[in-house]
């Protein structure tokens, strides 16, 4: 087994409203659960915002040796459309609409999540499991409800029996939500008389009369609950006592809080040692919503089509941009923000590549005159305090100044002090926040730019004038800027 | 609707052995099941080839304005090692080499899948199911035939009884073998004892202790067999009467030849109105194994790391080497081929490109001097003849000869007569073929190049023979070849 790198990691414990140390349930071993999305749309801005945070958790847990098991599900079929239990199927009604079977929807939009996560770098999960796949994962467990007395049958359509539940266990103790207020909140709402109380929540659901999607059951057709699916895919894969359940902040209530009761009535037992909730996204400072029209999504950032931005952005730009932020801060995201995300994502990429540049041979008895270690011991530490991105930029930026006095001669470091710096801004900015170079031009260009300052050079030597001032000239047409040094001429392209 | 483009289309039926008129079952319609990969390897090359070549009949199908619904599964489950009743399930022997859990080498080689196919140009089937996401309709299948007589269970297991099936059937219809035979040559099988007959296939099989992968069923704990999830799944989504059903020519025995049995055994009717089956692959003459080191994976092929191919060759080369053989031929695939396969891709290529350069304005009085309209009927009766692609990139070939006489001013065309020349190859070579032109160098790189022609031509004049003679030497360095013609000069990329 790979080394681990022994850490003590914090992580703020969206249940009890703590930072706790985390201690794996498995050693070497983590275990997460993260809620996919339901696939009826294009991906939407905010979800690809959860899953980069927790591709940053992912990729730290992987980075220190951990063997990960990552399970993200693909909803395709039970998420009703006012998230609740009334309403038509998600993906149903997309069918509808775009004349294809449901699992042509479930295909088309799949597919568009997995490409967009491609190109956020994010990495895929070890497994990720459909609700389709595990119906009678889903009966067996509403089988053993019943039984229990936690769940009854109405119509055709089992329910989950908060009261009986209450008995042993406190229904809201996830999202704070008070049981008095449901039932309050909840007594307007019409079609629900099946229901023995108006705030239990549905397991099954009788399908209705040209329902498409239906499966045979001890209740008769119906179709399985939106939250019913991750409680029985996460035990299944997981384990029925695993170490962190994640998701984005608007699945806290009801989704997870009903999640949390179905397995904990299940196995009498805690079953999830660490929620943690990713916040929210707005665009210029108001929640994304079609009906408004403040929406941007994914490929409009890219492809720079949009009425918000005034320039396209490389996805690399929009995953270093949120990953500015803290996983538990609202980002809001604006033309300015990714204006500045760019600016010093470039900075950051150029100022490291020096590197490369700046060691020499004759250094092998130099002795250091900054402390490598502390600086890379302060970047594991923004991460170990609930995987505080912001402040591993932030130092990752206080690692450029470092290699600017590096390049004056200012500061100076060994040979293995050198290669520890070096290596450690790799790592963490590859490695940990998943950023990928940008390249502006590829190496057959290079090569010929470079070829065009050799011919220029010659030029000047020759006072050949016209020449020399042709090619600076003609090159700055296509964006390419030369810039004479001392003995050198580098060249930079505009973004 | 869009307008469907009506032709006269062949196809090869395999279970008929003759080639029969295709006939959509619902009008505007097609239905298409292809048998995807078992994912428990990274794709195979002869994969490929079936998948190229059923996306060639799905591109050929859209293009003519069909609604195709094209499914293609994902076998995560049930596949034995021997392909047929006994050893081990061949993701859960993986799992076991890996240490991994069965769905994490299921999530693994599914990536991969998809990223060899994305990179070989196929397009997305409409729906991808999987095996384990259709457990209870399997189990629904075993009941009805259980209950038709044509199945029975033995200790947890459930077999086809195929004596009973005969008597009104004829198992073996599809691939030609005799039932005797099939006792004669099976009677040596061990472990076979539980079965009535030895020639009896398993539907539903109880799953070992230690099995990891089970489903709770009438009887008792178990796993679906590899030929039952086809049948399920065509049927479930594309209808119990549907138009083609597809695969290479190693699944026709005995997997096709099982999944024909159990749905006509369940619907008492035909229901599947063609098969096609694509050829094999071989390597250097020989059949691709890993024990005798004849194997070259994809990715192998595209890095050019491997011990048979001096070069790297671009996915779309392969895909073109491909279709230029039909899918009924056996193709082999071997350095001297591939280069080959290159050589006239380019030169298709670029002889199309020069469609670009040829039309004037003053064309517009020309009479055509060759039928372009023949020559496009042409082209469609290679397709519609049982999707005869070599025969199609002949007639791509056709019209390139056609181009050099247009250029020479041999041939003539009037506007319309061009544009519908320029755009049926434009649909025959991208859309149909699915070809997509290899950039070797970006724009960038072109207009960098350009520069230097014009410094280099700007010297030339002033007799400055070091600088011009400068410039075309660093060039050919970096693979660049510049051809001076009368007033123009222009470049050649090394491959």
């Known amino acids: 087994m790979k080394k681990i790198i022994k850490r003590n990691i914090k992580i703020y414990n969206s249940i009890t409203g703590k930072k706790e140390i985390f201690n794996p349930i498995i050693k070497g071993h983590v275990g997460m659960y993260v809620c996919g999305p339901t696939v009826y749309n294009k991906i939407h ?287 809001n995201i604006s033309n300015d923000a990714l204006i500045d995300a760019e600016r010093t994502y470039y900075s950051l990429m150029n100022k490291f590549k020096k590197l490369d540049n700046i060691y020499y041979a004759d250094t092998d008895n130099v002795v250091s005159t900054f402390d490598v270690f502390s600086w890379k011991e302060e970047c594991h530490k923004a991460m170990d305090d609930d995987f505080n991105s912001p402040m591993l930029i932030s130092l990752l930026f206080k690692a450029t100044k470092y290699i600017e006095l590096l390049e004056k001669g200012v500061l100076k470091l060994g040979i293995d002090d050198f290669l520890l710096f070096k290596n450690t801004m790799h790592n963490f900015i590859f490695k940990v926040l998943g950023l990928e170079p940008i390249e502006k031009i590829d190496n057959v260009s290079k090569k010929l730019i470079n070829l065009l300052i050799k011919i220029r050079n010659n030029a000047r030597s020759e006072k050949n004038w016209i020449l020399s001032d042709n090619i600076r000239n003609e090159l700055k047409e296509l964006g390419i800027t030369l810039e004479d040094n001392k003995n050198i001429t580098t060249f930079k392209i505009k973004t």
Chains 1, 2 share one sequence.
């Not at 909140?185 to 629900?192: E, T, V, W």
């Not at 999830?272 to 941007?296: A, D, E, Q, V």
């Open 45 to 331: 801005l905010g979800n690809c915002r959860t899953f980069i945070h927790f591709d940053l958790i992912f990729r730290y847990f992987k980075y220190l040796g951990y063997k990960v098991r990552y399970v993200r599900n693909i909803t395709d079929v039970g998420h009703l459309e006012n998230d609740n239990d009334e309403g038509e199927d998600k993906i149903g009604k997309k069918a509808k609409i775009e004349k294809l079977e449901p699992m042509e929807i479930v295909q088309k939009y799949t597919i568009d999540f997995h490409q967009t996560l491609y190109l956020f770098n994010i990495l895929p999960p070890s497994i990720e499991p459909t609700a389709t796949g595990h119906i009678i994962d889903q009966i067996e467990y509403i089988k053993i409800l019943i039984k229990k007395g936690l769940a009854y049958e109405v119509n055709g359509s089992v329910y989950f029996n908060i009261e009986a539940y209450n008995k042993n266990y406190e229904y809201g103790i996830l999202s704070k939500h008070k049981i008095d207020n449901l039932i309050e909140s909840s007594r307007f709402l019409k079609k629900q008389q099946e229901k023995r109380n108006p705030k239990d929540f549905a397991l099954w659901k009788k399908a209705p009369i040209n329902h498409i999607m239906h499966w045979p059951s001890p209740w008769g057709n119906g179709f399985p609950s939106w939250h019913l699916e991750c409680s029985t895919m996460s035990v299944k894969y997981l384990g029925k006592f695993f170490d962190i359940h994640g998701g984005g902040l608007d699945l806290k209530f009801p989704h997870h809080e009903c999640e949390l009761a179905q397995i904990q009535g299940i196995y009498n037992q805690k079953t999830i040692n660490f929620w943690i909730h990713t916040n929210m996204l707005t665009l210029n400072g108001y929640k994304m919503s079609k009906s408004t029209m403040n929406i941007l999504l994914p490929k409009d950032i890219f492809s720079g089509k949009n009425t918000f931005l005034e320039k396209p952005f490389h996805p690399n730009i929009v995953r270093f941009f949120i990953l500015k932020n803290h996983y538990r801060s609202i980002i």
